[in-house]
């Protein structure tokens, strides 16, 4: 994401919660075909991957020092105290 290649990703663990829209997901790995062909897709200089990589810019931002660093000291409040 952070280097403006387009995520093609399983749907697990925290993935989505992580990428939220800025990325193509697969919810099966038992049509391997079909996730190839997506993937043959999202690499081609397209449509869909000009997409996802302005997705993933956007995305990208809720993840800068400026906008996490208080996220992670009330997290560490919380654990070991002021």
Do not use: C, Y
Not at 38 to 57: N, S
Not at 60 to 82: A, Y
């Amino acid at each position: 994401m952070w280097f403006e290649v387009p995520v093609f990703a399983f749907k697990s663990s925290a993935i989505p919660e992580t990428l939220g829209e800025a990325a193509v997901m697969f919810t099966s790995k038992d049509d391997l075909a079909n996730v190839a062909a997506t993937a043959h897709l999202l690499v081609q200089r397209g449509k869909l991957r000009r997409a996802v990589i302005k997705a993933q810019q956007q995305r990208r931002l809720h993840f800068l020092p400026e906008k996490v660093v208080h996220l992670l000291d009330r997290l560490t409040e919380e654990l070991v105290g002021p």
